[in-house]
């Protein structure tokens, strides 16, 4: 019985010098540059109970792996090499208690974590999506040992990476699982627009437009001048008519932005909407006011004043002849028309636009001014 006892300890003591003997390969292999040998070597290793709590032995793995990652020649060898020198620098980190080998880990861990976060996007274009989402996993995995921030300073946090599974998700069109991280990140202040206006998208084409409306929220809350946001919480409340609450939202806005020229130019188009002539021509002018080439408000406040001179045009021709009113109408139609001339005048100058030239002849036919008509001809 003895005999047989000694015996078992002498074949377990064999196969722990084996074993040990395959973490000294590595270390000659690696001398050699015989990346397929090492590997074969680090394989065996890893998997044996007298060396797989080995911190040495996991950070000659990760140097093993980081090399065969590093050169393209050698692909072959592994596909996964890039994710198993991080996942080896990651074990050897969790065994090195007494942090022998934190310092000649620590650079090869970095290069490594930077290197998979670069194929992570790789795999997204080749729509290896499954692939991808396992390496910000382990991504995420390595911040534990982040200590001193190195992680941090590449852009590698937790937000990032859970940001970059949303996206993940997005292409692959899980929605549901792309909605449970975009939740989590709003809540948590993500300080990425694109998170908002995604989902704020997504919402919208899901015909969920409670959805949006907090996506919205959450975003203008860090973003409060994005005008993708804005827009699509106008376009909600106009398809809900809710055209003060709008107006609320805008006036807002501008008491955050008061400089922001399309804020005003938007505000304008609601009063616009509402009838509300004298408000939507202050706010217009305001945009102008501040951008003076803004094409977009030269022409609608030309618009504005056309289609008021349209209006006192049309009670114009339903007065009884010589009805005192006359003159008086004639000077508003005409004033109105004036106006329209200068900011249509300013929007073709810039844009050329053949309707506008057209309008811009018929305008000035009717005022008179047969020098300007001959400009437009």
């Known amino acids: 019985m003895k005999k047989i006892i000694t015996l078992i300890f002498v074949a377990l003591a064999a196969g722990s010098y084996a074993q040990n003997m395959q973490v000294q390969n590595m270390v000659n292999y690696l001398k050699q540059k015989d990346f397929a040998k090492a590997k074969e070597a680090a394989d065996k290793a890893a998997e044996h109970e007298s060396t797989k ?3 040495k032995m996991w950070k000659l793995r990760g140097n093993v792996y980081q090399g065969i990652a590093a050169d393209s020649n050698l692909k072959s060898l592994d596909a996964e090499a890039a994710e198993k020198a991080l996942e080896a620098y990651n074990n050897c980190f969790k065994f090195d208690k007494e942090k022998i080998y934190k310092d000649e880990a620590t650079n090869t861990w ?3 974590a930077v290197a998979l976060t670069r194929k992570a996007e790789t795999y997204k274009k080749n729509k290896q999506f499954e692939n991808a989402i396992k390496a910000y996993d382990l991504l995420d995995a390595s911040l534990v040992y982040d200590n001193e921030g190195y992680l941090k300073k590449n852009n590698l946090t937790h937000e990032n990476l859970q940001y970059s599974k949303f996206e993940t998700y997005q292409l692959v069109g899980d929605n549901a699982s792309a909605k449970t991280l975009a939740d989590k990140l709003a809540e948590a202040k993500f300080n990425d627009v694109r998170l908002y206006t995604g989902m704020v998208k997504t919402s919208l084409e899901a015909k969920d ?3 949006a409306l907090w ?4 975003g203008e809350v860090l973003f409060p001048e994005n005008m993708s946001l804005l827009t699509s919480e106008i376009d909600i409340y ?3 008519k809710k055209t003060d609450v709008l107006k609320e939202k805008l006036n807002a806005a501008i008491q955050v932005s008061p400089e922001n020229a399309a ?3 938007i505000l304008a188009n609601v009063h616009k909407s509402t009838n509300q002539s004298d408000e ?4 217009y002018l305001k945009a102008l006011e501040l951008k003076p080439d803004y094409d977009v408000a030269n022409y609608n406040l030309a618009v504005l004043y056309f289609n008021n001179g349209n209006e006192w045009n049309e009670k114009l021709n339903k007065l009884a002849p010589k009805d005192p009113k006359e003159k008086q109408y004639q000077e508003k139609t ?3 028309f004036k106006k329209a001339v200068t900011y249509f005048e300013t929007y073709y100058a810039a844009t050329q636009d053949k309707d506008t030239k057209q309008l811009l002849r018929r305008l000035t036919l009717r005022l008179g001014d047969m020098e300007k008509a001959e400009k437009y001809k």
Not at 215 to 218: F, G, L, S
Request: net charge neutral; no cysteine.
């Open 53 to 55: 709590s080995s911190a």
């Open 263 to 265: 804020l005003h130019l």
């Open 209 to 211: 437009t409670s959805a």
């Open 280 to 283: 939507a021509e202050k706010e």
């Open 215 to 218: 996506y919205i929220e959450k």
């Open 110 to 112: 970095i290069q490594s």
């Open 334 to 336: 005409n004033d109105y």
């Open 238 to 240: 106009k398809a809900r």
